[in-house]
């Protein structure tokens, strides 16, 4: 079947100048919306190139878009009501979107346009049907609190009031009120309450932008309580089959969702035996191992081990009571956590979760299956490096 996918591919090596185009006139057409988003415009649609070619790729060559691509995108139109534009807004976005298509002069921009109308009337269709039902397009919780674990790591803590609608181990858009029209996506490392408590472990990173300003990651790391958070529909598909026992591996800040899983496993009614391997650069980074104790005290089915690459801490670390445990806890191991754990053999009666920096997941995922663990055993949740919207490959 001839496809869109030559349109999609200038799109994707275009696909600044292609932002930037669809940014001038949905701007110059919708006044409001250049409130809505961040006064940086590298911020903005990073992925809407990419996301445009997808759907063109998958598209036949009369710019039909197939069923399975149009449901992804219902799923879509759901999500981006958390943005706060109405339904209404979309067929100004699809002539935006045309407007970017034809610009570049690309090939097959008409049966381009024809698709992205298509989608847009799908994803406006969707977010209408939403609202009928009476579906919440964002929640807002406070920070009540925020740790500093170490001088790169924070844990905060927000309620909501109600109960937020999230599974252990997903993940949530998050925003707030100093960064307009920015989201990161975080997991809580705690499950859902009655109350809508949340709890967050973020990593603050070192870089800034052009301007000397802070990365985001140290905005969201270091709120004030009363600040709060704007949240959207929570994504995300790690889950235990509840069939095996089960293998975690938590990169660094990786630990929230898996610990979330924790916790919730405390309400089953059957637990699995569970292995946790905890690991940091540095043994003060292990920031929540106090915590991790306590847990493995009252739970015999659990078992955790740190693992770290360096077995001192360097001067710049912070390291806090946090990150160290009591005697009882297994004894740390100095090594690259992939490897320690291939060590002990194949893991092939296992559900295996891996979570943190795409590094250190693709790492510990190659270790594993050369040790003889299956990889359709193996879930994964890689931060930083992710690609939701892959170009097609050859044959798929």
Same mark, same amino acid.
């Given at each position: 079947m001839q496809t869109l996918t030559e349109t999609g591919t200038v799109l994707r090596e275009r696909s600044a100048e292609f932002r930037d185009a669809v940014q001038q006139r949905l701007y110059q057409d919708v006044l409001?919306?250049?409130?809505?988003?961040?006064?940086?415009?590298?911020?903005?649609?990073?992925?809407?190139?990419?996301?445009c070619a997808w759907v063109l790729?998958?598209?036949?060559?009369?710019g039909a878009v197939p069923a399975e691509v149009l449901d992804r995108l219902r799923e879509l139109g759901r999500d981006h009501r958390r943005h706060g534009f109405p339904a209404d807004i979309y067929p100004a976005f699809a002539g935006a979107l045309s407007h970017g298509l034809h610009?570049?002069?690309i090939p097959r921009a008409d049966a381009a346009t024809r698709a992205l109308d298509t989608v847009c009337s799908v994803m406006a269709a969707?977010?209408?049907?939403?609202?009928?039902?009476g579906t919440a397009p964002a929640f807002s919780a406070e920070v009540l609190g925020v740790q500093r674990r170490t001088r790169?790591?924070?844990?905060?803590? &927000?309620?909501?009031? !109600?109960?937020?609608?999230? #599974?252990?181990?997903? $993940? @949530?858009? %998050?925003?707030?009120? =100093?960064?307009?029209?920015?989201?990161?996506?975080?997991?809580?490392?705690?499950?859902?309450?009655?109350?809508?408590q949340l709890e967050f472990h973020v990593r603050a990173l070192d870089a800034a932008d052009g301007n000397g300003a802070p990365d985001i990651s140290q905005l969201l790391a270091t709120p004030k309580p009363g600040d709060y958070w704007t949240f959207g529909a929570a994504r995300g598909t790690l889950h235990?089959?509840?069939?095996?026992?089960?293998?975690?591996?938590?990169?660094?800040?990786?630990?929230?969702?898996?610990?979330?899983? &924790?916790?919730?496993? !405390?309400?089953?009614?059957? #637990?699995?035996?569970? $292995? @946790?391997? %905890?690991?940091?650069? =540095?043994?003060?980074?292990?920031?929540?191992?106090?915590?991790?104790?306590?847990?493995?005290?009252?739970?015999?089915?659990?078992?955790?081990?740190?693992v770290v690459e360096h077995e001192e801490d360097t001067w710049w670390v912070g390291a806090t009571e946090s990150s160290r445990a009591p005697r009882g806890l297994h004894l740390q191991v100095a090594g690259q956590v992939g490897d320690v754990v291939a060590s002990y053999g194949a893991w092939a009666d296992r559900?295996?979760?891996i979570v943190g920096d795409a590094a250190g997941v693709r790492a510990s995922e190659a270790a594993l299956i050369a040790g003889g663990t299956p990889p359709e055993l193996i879930q994964t949740e890689a931060w930083e490096a992710t690609n939701d919207w892959p170009p097609l490959q050859h044959g798929k």
């Open positions: 409001e919306s250049r409130q809505v988003f961040p006064i940086s415009l590298r911020h903005t649609h990073l992925e809407l190139a990419d996301a790729e998958r598209t036949p060559a009369t610009s570049l002069d969707a977010a209408r049907e939403a609202d009928l039902a790169r790591i924070s844990v905060v803590r &927000l309620e909501a009031g !109600l109960p937020v609608d999230y #599974r252990a181990g997903q $993940h @949530l858009p %998050v925003t707030t009120s =100093y960064l307009p029209g920015v989201w990161r996506m975080l997991s809580p490392a705690l499950p859902s309450n009655d109350f809508g235990l089959s509840g069939e095996r026992d089960v293998l975690m591996i938590a990169h660094g800040t990786g630990l929230a969702p898996l610990r979330a899983m &924790l916790f919730d496993m !405390l309400d089953w009614e059957h #637990r699995p035996r569970v $292995h @946790l391997f %905890v690991s940091a650069e =540095y043994p003060g980074e292990l920031y929540d191992l106090m915590g991790l104790w306590d847990l493995a005290i009252v739970s015999s089915w659990l078992s955790v081990v740190p559900d295996v979760l």
